[in-house]
């Protein structure tokens, strides 16, 4: 085998650990003494595979707890907030999809007693979603978490909605998404 032979092998090895080895980055959010913590798992494919979600109290020394869930497509996204007011927080992850449609949700858990619990917003009404097509972003306006996407007509690539924007609010008392306006959830 020749020396240029055996560096491209090994540049061929190095460059699948690296594509393997997926996205590093950790998620923080704060609230009170509260630290939360979101990342993808360890040598995981870039857009699918799993993450983690961790509480802490004060830093990252003093563990509360912690989830493992399964993750298509990456972490956009991330807040420790008390979304219902219960004066119980919640933890948001925002992950978005891969591919072309770049499809959004987010999962919640609630902690209570030093426990994660997984309570995800139900999804929207179908009429609320018409003319949806991905491309959403996720935003936490005013305590309230608010989802916005392109609107697209018949014949729209995926590319180029000519439909404008719709932007729901999730009112977390209610369980349900509204569309957005001035005082959505009575906040």
């Not at 090895?13 to 393997?20: E, G, P």
């Not at 014949?155 to 924007?165: C, E, F, I, L, Q």
Request: with cysteine.
């Amino acid at each position: 085998m020749t020396r240029i032979t055996r560096l491209c092998c090994l540049l061929t090895v190095l460059l699948c650990r690296a594509s393997l080895a997926g996205p590093t980055d950790i998620l923080e959010a704060r609230a009170g003494q509260y630290l939360a913590q979101a990342r993808p798992g360890a040598a995981e494919a870039a857009m699918i595979g799993s993450y983690s979600v961790r509480i802490y109290r004060e830093s990252a020394l003093d563990f509360v707890a912690g989830a493992i869930s399964p993750r298509d497509g990456e972490i956009a996204g991330l807040w420790l907030v008390d979304l219902d007011g219960d004066d119980e927080l919640e933890v948001l992850v925002w992950l978005r999809s891969g591919g072309s449609g770049s499809y959004g949700r987010v999962d919640r858990y609630r902690l209570a007693e030093n426990t994660l619990i997984r309570d995800d917003p139900p999804q929207p009404r179908d009429d609320l979603l018409t003319q949806y097509m991905g491309h959403d972003t996720f935003a936490l306006v005013a305590g309230v978490l608010q989802r916005s996407f392109p609107l697209y007509r018949p014949g729209d690539p995926n590319a180029d909605p000519t439909g404008g924007s719709r932007t729901l609010a999730y009112c977390a008392k209610d369980q349900a998404w509204v569309v957005a306006g001035e005082n959505p959830c009575g906040k």
